[in-house]
Structures are given as structure tokens and as C-alpha cells.
């Protein structure tokens, strides 16, 4: 029989086991190229492939749910010391019936978990050591006892048939029907948990004193939480393994909390993102041979909560400085804008003269003028100034620099705000007037409109700062912007003539 005959026959003879014991991935049935496994991964044929994705996305549900309240309650280790303190129960749920019975594991391991749990709970209430170090023990003896357990069942005549030793490390592929149900069940019960309790995990979470003074059983529904993420352990088992499944409760869960603020949606998020995770980890195991599910699960989790890291809205590395660049950046722009208005100010008091701020827009200044002011170099200067024709807030004839109209009125903004703060620290919190300045050089680019409304009319509509400088009032600012003058801006004005 030649290779092309043998690869077929192999073929025929997975997908035949596939349908009763699965093949040891979901992937390794055929040989074929890239863009058939691809086509064959959503035509959804084979019955391993079909388990091993539904019971991924379960998966991905549950342990997104729990795992936003494991994140949120800061107990990030309590998802990996129960996930190795299941693996004797697994295998005393083997012994019981020395079968791979589904709901023999799927009890012994609850069993072993809440042991587990309540092991924590007694060595941290009766002993000094804190609740990582109990974390720490209970995941080590456990675990142990697990691996013991598992290389006693190996030594019966049996053991080699078990297939116990897949749910170190998961194996996808043996999702059978009976584990699918099982999935799907404790899938809904913890959907409907967290509807029905949610006001009670979320009191609990935040504000655990809270929820002791207001009469709700903290203790009580800590351990149902406790309980439920038993659940959500065990069924990942079998998919991502002891060593993995810590990582699908914890991944999508911090991707999730990287995005949003409100519970409510970070559950959402979460389970969105497990789906997700274990859809892709089904996808990208299928597309070669022999590769584990698992694996691709958490790594598929991994990258979006990394894109999380990166790119969060509020939170994300690269957003964040991008943000910090460009606030930066508008900064310099208006510096470079007061130091037009100044110079243009100072001309006219040299001049011996005050005309009105809309004099400035039709009078120009040179770049070194501009380099003077701000003491720095010329070609730095001619930069800014660049960059300011570029946002149009100055236009350029040859070397002489014109503010346009939206470049006044954002340079009167930023003196106005400059002036009136250090009026207020000087008459309000006392300051000497020389030890203003530095501070209202901050303050100046983040103060807003209904602030500086505020400090105006406290200030009583202030016309001189502590230097003896005109403030630009409101009423100086709406003929710049060619808005109509407001009422409270003319009694300002009234008020200041």
C-alpha cells in the first residue's frame, strides 16, 4: 500500500474512533494541508472537533464568570489551589467505579475541592500564617496526594486504559457526549447563579464589612462562590487540565477588568472573552497534527488580554502615552500661543498704549521674538511655530507669525486662566505673589470653562492679576470668538470699566 493510500486509510479509521474515543487532539484525524482543515473546521463533520468546541466555549462561560469575581476579591491564587486540589478527587472518582464515569469524577472531585476550600479556611482562621501561605500548602499537599493517586491507578491492569494522566494537562479531544451534558449543566447553574445573586457577589466582593452590617450571610455565600468555581474547575479539566485551568479563570477575567469599571459588564466581557479563547484554541489545535487545545485556549487568552494591556481605552500602555504625548504636545502648543499673546501685550505697552485683544490677531511677531520670550533656541522655536501652523492657530507670512482667530482665542484662554489663578492663591490661600507663578503654569492647560466661571465671579470679576497684567475677561473672549456676548459675561465687563 503506497503513503497516499495509507494516509486515507488512517483517516477513515480516526474519524470512525473519533465518534466513540476520540482521538488523542482534534486535530491529528488527517493529514491534510492548512486550508482543508480550515474548511473542514466550520463544516463541523467530525464529532471530536464539534465536543471539543462546545465544551471549550462552556468552559470559556463558566470560568469567565467566576473568574471576574475571583479577580475582583483579589483571590487570583484560589483558582489554581483548587485546580490541583481536585485531581484526588478525580481519581477517587475513578476508584469508586473504575470507570472514566463522568459524574463519579465529576462528584469526587467537588468533594475534594470543598476540602480543599474549607483546609483553607481552617489553617488561616486557627493559625498565624496568612491566606497565601494557606493557599500555598493546600495546593502542594493536594496536589500530591493527586499525583500519588494517579500513579497507583496507572499500576492496575486497567490504569493504562484510564486516560486519567489527560487531565493534567487536558485533552479536548476526549470531550465526549456524556462530559458535553455535564458541561452544559454546570454551565446554566452558574449563569443562573450569578443572575439570581448577583447584588450579593457584587456586595460581598467590593465591601465584605458592608455586607456583614447590612445582614447579608457573607460567609455563606463565599462558600457558594466557592462551590460554583469547584464546578467551573472540574469541567475545564478535561479541556485545559490541572496545570492550565487556573489561567481560563484568571485570563479573560483580567483582560475584562482592563476594560471596563462596572461589573455588570465585566462579566459579560469575561465570558465573551472565554468564548472567544476556547473557540480559537479549538480553531488553532485543528489546523495541525497533534496539537494540544489547551495550550492554544490560554495563549488565545493571553494575546487579548494583552491587546487589553496595550490598547484599553483607559488603562492601556500605549493609549496612555499616546494620551500623555499628545496632552504634552498641546501643552507646548499653548505656551507657545501665551508667548505670542505676551509679546504682542508687551509691544503694545512699550508703545504706551492698550488696545483691544482683537488687535493682536492683526499684528505679527517674529520667531525670534517667540525664541527670546520662551528663552530657547531658534530652530526649537520655528518648530513650535510650525506646529502651530499645522493645528492652523497662527499663519506665516515669510518670518512674521499672525495668530488666527481660534489661535487668539485659545492664547487669551490660557492667560486668562494663568492670571486668574494666581490671583486666587494670592488672595484666597495667601500666597506671595512670587510663589504663583510654577503652579499656575500647570494649572492653566486643565482648568475648565465652569471653573473658571467660578474663580471669576468669586474673584468679583477681577481686572488686574497680582503683577498688574489684565485679565482677559469674558467678555474679551467672546468678541474673539465672534460669539454672541453672553449676560453674565457683559456685567463682568460692566463691572471691570
Not at 493529514?31 to 463544516?43: A, G, K, N, Y
Not at 487668539?408 to 486666587?424: D, K, P, Q, T
Amino acid at each position: 500500500m503506497n503513503r497516499s493510500r495509507q494516509t486515507m486509510a488512517w483517516a477513515v479509521a480516526g474519524l470512525l474512533v473519533a465518534v466513540t474515543a476520540h482521538a488523542a487532539r482534534i486535530g491529528d484525524l488527517t493529514e491534510t494541508t492548512v486550508v482543508e482543515q480550515v474548511r473542514r473546521f466550520f463544516e463541523f463533520r467530525d464529532a471530536s472537533l464539534l465536543y471539543g468546541l462546545v465544551g471549550s466555549m462552556l468552559l470559556g462561560i463558566s470560568c469567565g464568570l467566576l473568574g471576574s469575581f475571583i479577580v475582583v476579591r483579589r483571590l487570583a491564587l484560589m483558582g489554581d489551589a483548587l485546580s490541583h486540589a481536585v485531581l484526588p478527587g478525580v481519581a477517587l472518582g475513578f476508584l469508586w467505579t473504575m470507570t472514566k464515569n463522568p459524574v463519579a469524577i465529576f462528584v469526587g472531585a467537588i468533594l475534594a475541592g470543598l476540602l480543599g476550600s474549607l483546609a483553607i479556611s481552617v489553617i488561616k482562621q486557627t493559625t498565624k500564617l496568612k491566606e497565601d501561605t494557606a493557599l500555598g500548602l493546600v495546593l502542594a499537599s493536594f496536589f500530591a496526594v493527586g499525583i500519588c493517586l494517579l500513579t497507583m491507578i496507572q499500576r492496575l491492569p486497567t490504569g493504562q486504559k484510564s486516560g486519567l494522566d489527560k487531565f493534567l494537562f487536558g485533552q479536548a479531544a476526549a470531550i465526549g457526549q456524556a462530559d458535553l451534558v455535564l458541561m452544559g449543566v454546570v454551565t446554566a447553574v452558574v449563569i443562573g447563579a450569578v443572575i439570581v445573586c448577583y447584588k450579593e457577589f457584587l456586595i460581598t466582593s467590593f465591601d465584605h464589612d458592608f455586607a456583614l452590617a447590612s445582614g447579608f450571610p457573607a460567609q455563606v455565600i463565599h462558600y457558594a462562590l466557592m462551590l460554583l468555581l469547584t464546578f467551573s474547575i472540574v469541567i475545564a479539566l478535561q479541556a485545559v487540565g490541572v496545570v492550565l485551568v487556573s489561567a481560563m479563570l484568571i485570563t479573560p477575567a483580567a483582560a475584562a477588568y482592563l476594560l471596563t469599571d462596572r461589573l455588570h459588564r465585566m462579566l459579560l466581557l469575561a465570558a465573551a472573552f472565554g468564548m472567544l479563547a476556547g473557540a480559537a484554541g479549538a480553531f488553532l489545535s485543528f489546523l495541525g497534527s497533534n496539537l494540544p487545545t489547551g495550550p492554544f485556549m490560554v495563549l488565545s487568552a493571553s494575546a487579548v488580554c494583552a491587546l487589553a494591556f496595550l490598547f484599553s481605552p483607559r488603562h492601556g500602555v500605549i493609549v496612555r502615552w499616546w494620551r500623555q504625548r499628545s496632552r504634552s504636545a498641546r501643552m507646548e502648543r499653548e505656551n507657545t500661543l501665551k508667548a505670542i499673546y505676551q509679546v504682542l501685550e508687551t509691544r503694545q505697552e512699550q508703545q504706551g498704549r492698550a488696545g483691544p485683544v482683537l488687535d493682536f490677531a492683526t499684528t505679527g511677531v517674529s520667531v525670534l521674538e517667540i525664541a527670546e520670550r520662551r528663552r530657547e533656541p531658534l530652530e526649537e522655536a520655528a518648530l513650535r511655530c510650525a506646529d502651530l501652523a499645522r493645528h492652523r492657530l497662527v499663519s506665516r507670512d515669510q518670518e512674521t507669525i499672525y495668530l488666527t482667530p481660534d489661535g487668539l482665542l485659545r492664547a487669551c484662554e490660557v492667560v486668562r486662566n494663568h492670571r486668574l489663578w494666581e490671583l486666587f492663591l494670592t488672595n484666597e490661600a495667601h500666597f506671595a505673589s512670587d510663589h504663583v507663578h510654577d503652579d499656575a503654569e500647570k494649572i492653566e492647560h486643565v482648568l475648565g470653562q465652569e471653573i473658571v466661571a467660578q474663580l471669576e465671579q468669586r474673584l468679583q470679576f477681577p481686572r488686574l492679576d497680582p503683577h498688574g497684567r489684565p485679565i482677559p475677561s469674558a467678555h474679551d473672549l467672546a468678541q474673539v470668538g465672534g460669539a454672541p456676548v453672553r449676560a453674565e459675561a457683559s456685567e463682568g465687563y460692566g463691572r471691570r470699566r
